[in-house]
């Protein structure tokens, strides 16, 4: 082969359609899943659905395919984004090199060779020139080591895991843990079918209306033949959406203007008050400070009592350093007498019984269900999980003990010819995903066109490119208030991982056009041979 890409999602999609359609080579791709999806093969929990607005939530590398899909809603349910993958196989006859249940486990660089040889759990061995990890950021559910887990008498669901016939919670009692974005999306559909719920919460979240719903035919129409348009404005933007920061600040205003924006955001739903209002809250705690007022008012008067209303109202983080999720009727469902919120902060969860889980204090509460949204080991965790071996044999696992060390989120300094598409140190998770996962993979085809070109047989990083790719990263996140929240984005949510800001904050348009200007100079910080 000359290539072999790890997985099936959007990246590993298009990256085979990349090199085999568009490029001539012989790539092969190895699915853990049954079917292609990725992120969308496994989350089918209730509610599941993107919180980027559909019509940028697909490939805009083709006129004809976006032309040629129609999204339902204003953001696109599991489901049938996993249609539209489905219909991007089929459309760019990708499956017949598509090799399903299989995971990789190891891919080992041979110096002599300059080739890799990759091997799956079912004992098959394959030679590549390049492999490329397309493995996902959110794709290792984290399942925490709660006591007496396994002697839970009843069924046992993590939200990134979910059964492919789905659930039924009717006349059933259900006790979810976790409280982050899969169970804002969950809650209120387990609520609807359940007897009854209980919600154990240990870091409240600043949640704020989705606002979903049917998009007016004639918008639909205008965004379909605007492919040129908004393809170039997304590139180009900072979270590859249509949003754009304010260009004062939060703190520049008077408290009507910035009650009226946020206001008119607030009934807009979405990732407006978030990505499309005011820079300074992800550098100011002043700033900061005013919009989760606003927020704070908001989570109040949806939620009528006051005792759940306050530890629904976050204390411990500034808005925006932890993924704002989108709500489709969250907090409203904690008005329903049948469901409950318990705060697992100052009393934690100390096992999980036959018939439910204690807390610290001794309490007990029963439940027949047990619903784990506990999060995901991001973006290390997956690439960790294969035995990746570069020159002299050394692991990549190994050597991101502390944390990744990458050049630009896409390559790591020794495994020659591994690619990584959004990876750790790239945009990434702060990106609407599809816009970045098309660059990297548009980037890693030029790069592998250009090795071609000149004969070369092996590109990687050298060390100084990365060592200042890594500095650089914690620089600038350390000009910001995200390190100060206990975040997956910190690797804050799995014990004993680095503490380490795994994302790069340079933002979709500029990290491209830095990219653009590497290649320019002809490769800059890479080494080829
Ligand atoms: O996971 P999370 P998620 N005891 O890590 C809690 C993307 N996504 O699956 O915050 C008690 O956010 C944990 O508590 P804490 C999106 O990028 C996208 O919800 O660590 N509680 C937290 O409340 C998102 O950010 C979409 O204190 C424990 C929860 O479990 C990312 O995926 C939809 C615990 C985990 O929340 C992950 O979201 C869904 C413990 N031992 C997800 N361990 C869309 O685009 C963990 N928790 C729609």
Known sequence: MDAVIIGAGFSGLYMLHKLRNEMGLRARVFETGEGVGGTWYWNRYPGARSDSDSYVYGFTFDRDLWESWDWSERYPESHEIRAYLEHVAERFDLYRD??????????????DAGSWTVTTDHGETVTATYVISAVGA?????????????DFAGPTFHTGHWPHDGVDFAGTSVGMIGSGASAVQAVPL??????????????????????????????????????????ARIQRSNFGFELYMQEKGAADVSDEEREAL?????????????????????????ANDLVRRFLDRKIREKVHDPETAELLVPKD?????????????????????HVHLVDVRTNPIAAITPGGLRLSDGAEYAFDALVLATGFDAMTGPIDRIDLRGRDGRSLREKWAEGPRTYLGLMSHGFPNLFLITGPQSPSVL?????????????????????RARGAAVIEPTKEAEDAWCAYNQEIANATLFPTAATWYMGANIPGKPRVFLPN?????????????????????????
Not at 98 to 107: D, E, Q
Not at 267 to 281: K, V
Not at 317 to 337: C, I, M, Q, V
Request: hydrophobic content about 40%.
């Open 98 to 111: 598509i090799t399903f249940g299989t995971r990789v486990v190891s891919a080992t660089f041979d110096e």
């Open 138 to 150: 959110l794709s290792v559910a984290n399942t925490p080591s709660f006591p007496g887990l396994e």
């Open 190 to 231: 387990i609520a609807a079918q359940a007897r009854e719920l209980t919600v154990f919460q240990r870091t409240a979240n600043y949640v704020v209306p989705a606002n979903n719903g049917p998009v007016d035919p004639e918008v639909r129409e205008a965004r379909r033949q605007d492919w040129a348009g908004i393809r």
């Open 262 to 286: 946020l206001e008119d955001f607030w009934e807009r739903g979405g990732f407006h008050i978030w990505l499309g209002a005011y820079a300074d809250i992800f550098f100011s705690t002043e």
């Open 317 to 337: 983080h500034p808005f925006g350093a932890k993924r704002n999720p989108l709500d489709s009727g969250y907090f409203e469902t904690f008005n329903e007498p």
């Open 431 to 451: 990106s609407n995903m599809p816009v970045s996962i098309e660059q990297h993979v548009d980037y890693i085809g030029r790069i592998i066109a250009d090795l």
């Open 505 to 529: 904050l340079d933002f979709v348009g500029p990290y491209r056009a830095k990219c653009d200007q590497i290649a320019a100079n002809g490769w800059e910080g890479f080494a080829i041979d």
